[in-house]
């Protein structure tokens, strides 16, 4: 099969956003195409489940293909669809989105609306820049090797003048990450990741100032696998860079979070505020509240407002924010779980509405189970991956009714997508919850229903990605499924072993239903 000249279709994009095609009902995972373009091509691995191609040839462009505007791209790791017309990629973003929330969470529910980025270049106002062999660049695809940049189409005009400055310096060979943050101002704050002091700066100092850099930090990380440490000394100008969403101000430091498109965080924000429908004086809590960005919405509405975030530098920062812009809002540092009940306990407060924007690993499952045994009047879920919100959607459906979805594009040209959804709260005399006990099922026969390789097989063959061993035998504990004593067990009872995500979580269990072993 191998250096065998094929001829497909790119039908998909898988989470990367590479092209993808079919040989005899099995995927192909080619390096590069957009869905549309039929192209020759030879398979570089066979993993018997899926292949691996090299696309030797475009035979025939798709009509949604463009010419990308960046010189960079065949390369460059950091924008998956500049050959790919814009809209193109919004009609993916929400046919994958529907996909998770109708295979993983089991809801009869669309997305309703694309909002898309009114900027689509130049508008990241946060960048991580990589450091080797004295080069200032971006990964790659699918590698850790350095693409040389000089120039960033997603990033601001201070920004790009700050990274060709830097292109310059001649003590590059000891830094290791380039943070390059910029404001609504395109003032710029640059952060110098090192394992040691930097030298020579002043070199350059005064070429950095004449592109509007107004904050300099110097930050010591001896990390391998990230792109900042626990320390950072400022070694020139404003401690914080100032950042405005609608009528509100916000002091951020190096490490704080931030959306990196402010002007579509906006319509995002607002959107959250239509959702919400804030009255005055009614109770609300802002979970994984970070700097305060969206509490401080809510405050500005006159709302009672509780922010809780358990990063207490984030506190910290909100705390200052709600100063700087007078506002009233409350914010505690925490487990959201655990804040909510004690206010309700020892304060007698409980709140009527709740907001949430957790990271990527979705909500904590205490907090979704707090959440179902509570029962708020609307919760408002904002999500940047659909797969662990559609996880936490599905035990949400037990008390709530999820009214809306609508996807916001924060990351153009991207395979990455913002989502917002609208839950109300179910009326109990109208909707009854049934649950089979495990008890009644006849796990042992089950566990026999199909082996680790045909579970592998189907997993790869309906969702493009491989589960190990390991990841099955954990969902199937999840499952109640009956296991061999201690397999996959570690051998030292302190080993950590790596946990199955919930994508491929609900892959398996998909899988589990297809052979009738749930």
């Known amino acids: 099969m191998k250096n065998k000249e094929l001829i497909g279709q790119i039908i998909d994009f898988d989470y990367k956003g590479m092209g993808m095609t079919k040989l005899d009902d099995i995927p192909v995972f080619l390096d590069k195409g957009v869905i549309g373009d ?31 505007p960046c010189k960079y791209f065949n390369k460059c790791g950091g924008c998956d669809f500049l050959n790919y017309k814009y809209e193109k990629s919004l009609d993916w973003k929400k046919q994958s989105v529907n996909n998770k929330l109708q295979r993983i969470s089991e809801l009869d529910i669309k997305v309703s609306k694309v909002n898309s980025s009114e900027k689509t270049f130049n508008y990241r106002n946060n960048m991580q820049f990589q450091v080797k062999n004295g080069k200032i660049g971006l990964y790659m695809k699918n590698s850790k090797e350095i693409v040389p940049i000089e120039h960033c189409l997603m990033q601001s005009t201070n920004a790009n003048k700050t990274l060709k400055i830097l292109t310059k310096f001649k003590n590059l060979e000891k830094i290791k990450t380039l943070g390059i943050r910029t404001n609504y101002k395109d003032q710029v704050m640059l952060i ?111 709302a009672q407002t509780l922010g809780v975030e358990i990063v207490e530098e984030a506190i ?40 949430v924007d957790p990271p990527r690993k979705g909500m904590d499952k205490k907090l979704v189970d707090y959440l179902n045994k509570n029962s708020y009047e609307k919760i408002v879920y904002i999500s940047c991956n659909p797969a662990t919100l559609a996880r936490d959607l599905k035990i949400l459906k037990e008390k709530y009714k999820v009214e809306k979805v609508e996807i916001f594009d924060l990351f153009p040209y991207t395979s990455h997508v913002e989502v917002i959804t609208l839950l109300s709260k179910l009326d109990p005399k109208k909707y009854i919850s049934v649950e089979l006990p495990m008890d009644d099922m006849d796990l042992t026969s089950a566990e026999s229903k199909a082996t680790y390789k045909q579970i592998q097989n189907y997993v790869f063959k309906k969702f493009g990605f491989k589960v190990s061993n390991l990841y099955i035998a954990q969902v199937k504990e ?20 790596p946990i199955c995500p919930i994508e491929k979580e609900e892959a398996i269990k998909d899988a589990f239903r297809y052979f009738q072993m749930i």
Do not use: W
């Open 316 to 355: 910290e920062d909100a705390r200052i924010n709600a100063q700087k812009n007078k506002l009233p809002a409350r914010f505690i540092c925490g487990k959201s779980e655990e804040i909510l009940e004690k206010i309700q306990k020892d304060e007698k407060i409980k709140m009527d509405k709740i907001l």
């Open 478 to 497: 999840k499952c109640g499924i009956k296991e061999r004593e201690n397999y996959n067990k570690p051998k030292k009872e302190d080993l950590k072993q």
């Open 38 to 68: 039929k192209v020759s091509y030879t398979i570089t691995k066979d993993k018997k489940s899926f292949y691996k191609g090299r696309v030797t040839k475009i035979l025939k462009k798709s009509k949604d293909r463009v010419e990308s």
């Open 192 to 302: 110098i990741s090192s394992k040691e002091k930097i030298n020579k700066l002043n070199l350059i100092l005064g070429d950095l100032i004449d592109a509007n850099v107004v904050s300099i930090y110097e930050n010591i990380n001896d990390r391998k696998n990230a792109h900042y440490g626990d320390e950072f000394n400022l070694l020139y100008g404003q401690e914080y860079l100032e950042e405005k969403i609608n009528k509100l101000y916000y002091k951020l430091s190096p490490a704080s979070f931030f959306q990196v498109n402010r002007e579509q965080a906006e319509n995002l924000y607002n959107k959250a505020m239509e959702f919400l429908q804030v009255k005055e004086n009614e109770k609300i809590a802002d979970l994984y509240s970070g700097v305060g960005t969206l509490s401080l919405e809510i405050a500005s509405r006159k």
